[in-house]
Nanobody, 126 residues
Framework: QVQLVESGGGLVQAGGSLRLSCAVS????????MAWFRQAPGKERRFVTG????????DYTDSVKGRFTISRDNAKNTVHLQMNSLKPEDTAVYYC???????????????????WGQGTQVTVSS
């Protein structure tokens, strides 16, 4: 059974940085597409960034381009989200998601991911 566990959230001032990690248990991590979504209070869960199973393809929502970087370490079954130049509007619960696929694309809809972590809170103060 595959499980996802996020870590690294917290409170940071605007302009600061945080690094989120998602540890994936189980086998065949290298066959999973990974993504980060976020959900602010009263809003729907939205795509932030994703990376395909090989790591050769990534995608970012426009509001985080140039500030956030997703990476994966298939040897350690871990995906990371480096968040720099954080803004108050980045405040949300961040969720790690996974889906089994070998396609060289990044899926951006939450409906296409069937494995989710419990979420980690990121709060950016102004």
């Amino acid at each position: 059974q595959v499980q996802l566990v996020e870590s690294g959230g917290g409170l940071v001032q605007a302009g600061g940085s945080l690094r989120l990690s998602c540890a994936v248990s189980g086998r065949s991590f290298g066959n999973y597409h990974m993504a980060w979504f976020r959900q602010a209070p009263g809003k729907e869960r939205r795509f932030v960034t994703g990376i395909n199973s090989s790591g050769g393809s990534t995608d970012y929502t426009d509001s985080v381009k140039g500030r956030f970087t997703i990476s994966r370490d298939n040897a350690k079954n871990t995906v990371h989200l480096q968040m720099n130049s954080l803004k108050p509007e980045d405040t949300a619960v961040y969720y790690c998601a996974a889906r089994f696929s070998a396609r060289p694309v990044v899926f951006t809809s939450p409906l296409t991911y069937d494995l989710w972590g419990q979420g980690t809170q990121v709060t950016v103060s102004s």
